[in-house]
């Protein structure tokens, strides 16, 4: 079944689900946030996928996004974004468990998973950019009664929570990156065999809708099989690995809809632009992630395999970060699907 995509029904979808928009800029964020944590949305719930049992289901409105969560668990607040093209549900196998600890909230970014964003990307499409991302996440916090928490990310999400540190030192306490490096990094160390690897980055990038058009004709479980496959394997057979649950990859293709793809796509514009002017003016500026932070990545992916050894990424994150530990697990892109157990006890050390 192919996915139709229709920007002037993505538009009017959009627009009935969100108030009038406003581009985001950091001179305006700290009263757009507190205006949008204190407001709701009367949006249906989403189906159950039975992954995240005792947890609460729950919509937050920010400034231009209504965001879904699901949230349990009692103790310090954690945090945990996710990646592309997933959603909340890569965080099921250790989420239950980090509740017995925490307050855990597992959130979808704006254009990802349920969470919608706006249908207008913005100059830079700053609207969804890590920082926009990031200010939504600390709205939603914020909504649960949150000045300060925990955070933890894989990919996009761990970019997101990259820039939530620095924009935010004064809510994040710890903050945990799964399989990244800086995005200046990744931009100013291109390869051959990255471009092979991650050819999405680029793609997904370019400014014709065009791009997502060719994205929405193929049918989504394929993409998203094809996606996640290709991330996952690094040396193991061809396939879709077993680590992943099968109720996890049907949320995947659920979510992954015309809005998806367009969210999506102007967060990796948003990378290549607005993004990463942000990073080169804090590299230049030499301004580094002050709060302890951990870096785990999969020996087996991208990050582990094209930029050195265990000592040169940790050089890498010390260039980004003042307080930095970390290492990696036999694992591909989807550390905390595949091995969850030490994920698990790398938090539970951490986050105290």
């Known amino acids: 079944m192919k996915i139709p995509f229709d920007r002037r029904h993505f538009v009017t979808a959009v627009t009935l689900g969100l108030s009038a928009q406003r581009v985001l800029t950091p001179e305006n964020a700290l009263a757009q946030a507190k205006a949008a944590a204190s407001s709701s949305t009367t949006r249906p719930l989403p189906p159950d996928s039975g992954l995240f049992k005792n947890f609460e289901a729950k919509w ?5 996004a209504d965001i879904f969560l699901r949230h349990g668990g009692e103790g310090p607040p954690l945090l945990l974004l996710h990646g592309n093209p997933l959603s909340h549900a890569s965080w099921h196998k250790i989420a239950e468990p980090l509740a017995k600890r925490f307050h855990v909230v597992a959130a979808d970014l704006r254009g990802y998973g349920d969470s919608v964003g706006p249908a207008d990307g913005g ?22 009664g949150y000045n300060r928490f925990f955070v933890a990310g ?16 004064d809510r994040v306490r710890k903050v945990a990156l799964l399989d990244i490096l800086p995005t200046r990094h990744v931009w100013s ?46 040396g193991l057979s061809s396939g879709t690995p077993a680590f992943f649950d099968d109720r996890a990859l049907a949320e995947y293709v659920r979510c992954f809809t015309a809005k998806t793809i367009h969210g999506s796509c102007e967060d990796y ?22 709060m302890p932070t951990l870096v785990i990545w999969g020996s087996r992916g991208g990050v582990g395999r094209l930029y050195g050894s265990e000592s040169d990424l940790m050089s890498i994150w010390r260039e980004a970060a003042s307080d930095v530990i970390g290492g ?23 986050f105290v």
Do not use: C
């Open 269 to 290: 514009r948003a990378a290549a632009t607005i993004d990463l002017r942000l990073d080169e003016a804090d590299h230049q500026a030499g301004r580094k992630i002050t």
């Open 328 to 350: 990696p697990v036999n694992t591909g892109h989807y550390v905390a699907e595949e091995a969850p157990q030490p994920v698990l006890e790398s938090f539970e050390r951490f």
């Open 154 to 169: 894989h990919d996009r999400g761990a970019r997101t929570a990259h820039r939530m540190a620095l924009d935010h030192p």
């Open 123 to 144: 100059p830079e499409h700053v609207n969804y950019s890590f920082r926009t991302m990031a200010q939504d996440q600390v709205d939603v916090m914020a909504a649960l």
């Open 60 to 64: 937050v409105r920010t400034n231009g």
């Open 189 to 234: 160390h291109t390869s051959r065999e990255w471009a092979l690897g991650s050819w999405h980055w680029s793609f997904m990038a370019q400014p014709e809708e065009m791009f997502e058009r060719m994205m929405a004709a193929i049918p989504a479980r394929e993409f998203v099989m094809r996606h996640l496959s290709a991330g996952a394997r690094s």
